[in-house]
């Protein structure tokens, strides 16, 4: 998958550098607001997973990390040994320090140096994208940079969530990476810097209109809006999904409304309460859309990209989506670490489940994915 070095991994990898969003990342609202609570994916290889087991009963997680504590043991370690022999793939444990870095993320922020990476055929990894002002531009590396080494440890064929993970750390360390660019080999001394992420990016073509959202951070949902509501009368809209791993549902929710008027987005259940969640009235219904997916296609991006296959509003492109249906809430522990444990899932509104499952696109295009959604979007437009 690609995205940029703020992606969570799965179970097995070091804790701390699996934090983050997006990006892998979350399936959540703010609880405050009446949504649904916060949830974190961690993204592997595949491009979908089986459903978690049988969700972590959180007195059971307090219970063994106080009792930890009274044997003077660290109650986040024992937490996570707990979480971690339940089989439930998506809960998870971190310390007070790990989950700031978290809330930081959903707001749109996070420590690196400013560089997607994706898999490249040959098994080898390579830059996908460069966040303007960031270390790696001001470091001179480009999209399309073969990523050799990061502080000494090759990275070929290696999961891309790993490395994205080692380009981590705390903000004013420095990382060294190993480039590649023409055949020439050379190597940049970075220092992680506090970014701020572009979830949403807007180009022009001659007679459309691509959105491309990374995720769904704060304000996310508005800017979608936004860009719909500017894009020139007449004019289709390519929403690019791809490799969005997920963030806040309520702006998923909110760039729904763009698309539609009013009407059922998801329905969901939290310890077996039945919820559903609604698009505002008001949406531009008209305009032609397709949406663009991949198996980096996750959670709140996988319950937008539902919503808009089931109500008939988008013509979905790519290949199957990754398949994160589940909800996490979290718990406060003893020590002040907090437990993401799942609680239930989501279905899209024909009643479908996303879970180990994903979006089949009604148009399978895993090559030159791009090019087959613009010859669609002309379709659409040229339909009566």
């Given at each position: 998958m690609s995205g940029p070095d703020l992606s969570p991994l799965p179970h097995g990898t070091r804790r701390g550098a699996a934090l983050t969003l997006v990006f892998a990342t979350v399936l959540a609202t703010a609880a405050a607001t009446g949504g649904l609570p916060r949830a974190e994916d961690r993204p592997d290889e595949a491009p979908a997973v089986r459903s978690a087991a049988a969700s972590v009963d959180r007195e059971d997680v307090a219970r063994a990390a106080a009792d930890a504590m009274a044997d003077g043991k660290s109650g986040t370690e024992a937490a996570e040994q707990f979480v971690s022999r339940s089989g439930d793939r998506w809960s998870a444990v971190y310390d007070?320090?790990?989950?700031?870095?978290?809330?930081?993320?959903?707001?749109?922020?996070?420590?690196?140096?400013?560089?997607?990476?994706?898999?490249?055929?040959?098994?080898?990894?390579?830059?996908?994208?460069?966040?303007?002002?960031?270390?790696?531009?001001?470091?001179?590396?480009?999209?399309g940079d073969r990523l050799r080494t990061v502080d000494g440890q090759e990275v070929v064929r290696r999961p891309v969530t790993e490395v994205v993970g080692l380009l981590r750390g705390d903000v004013g360390s420095r990382v060294t990476v190993g480039l590649e660019r023409d055949g020439?080999?050379?190597?940049?001394?970075?220092?992680?810097?506090?970014?701020?992420?572009?979830?949403?990016?807007?180009?022009?073509?001659?007679?459309?209109?691509?959105?491309?959202?990374?995720a769904f951070t704060k304000g996310t949902g508005a800017r979608v809006r936004e860009a719909v509501r500017g894009a020139p009368k007449g004019a289709g809209v390519l929403l690019d999904l791809r490799g969005n791993a997920g963030g806040l549902v309520a702006e998923a929710v909110t760039a729904a409304s763009a698309f539609l008027d009013g009407?059922?987005?998801?329905?969901?259940?939290?310890?077996?309460?039945?919820q559903a969640l609604y698009a505002e009235a008001g949406g531009d219904t008209a305009r032609p859309l397709v949406a663009l997916v991949d198996g980096g296609t996750m959670s709140a991006a996988e319950l937008l990209t539902g919503a808009l296959k089931d109500r008939g509003r988008a013509v979905t492109v790519g290949s199957r989506t990754f398949g994160k249906g589940s909800v996490q809430m979290p718990s406060r522990l003893p020590d002040g670490s907090v437990a993401e444990l799942t609680v239930g899932h989501y279905r899209t509104p024909a009643g479908h489940s996303v879970d180990g499952r994903g979006i089949t696109p009604d148009l399978v295009a895993a090559e030159s994915a791009e090019k087959r959604a613009r010859t669609v979007l002309g379709g659409l437009k040229g339909a009566p």
């Open positions: 007070s320090k790990e989950y700031e870095e978290f809330e930081n993320a959903l707001d749109g922020e996070y420590t690196g140096v400013g560089l997607g990476a994706r898999r490249t055929r040959d098994g080898g990894v390579e830059v996908s994208r460069v966040q303007p002002g960031g270390p790696a531009d001001r470091a001179g590396i480009r999209p020439r080999q050379r190597t940049a001394d970075l220092v992680r810097a506090r970014l701020t992420t572009q979830s949403v990016t807007v180009r022009r073509l001659d007679d459309a209109v691509v959105i491309k959202v990374d009407g059922l987005v998801a329905t969901y259940d939290v310890r077996g309460d039945q």
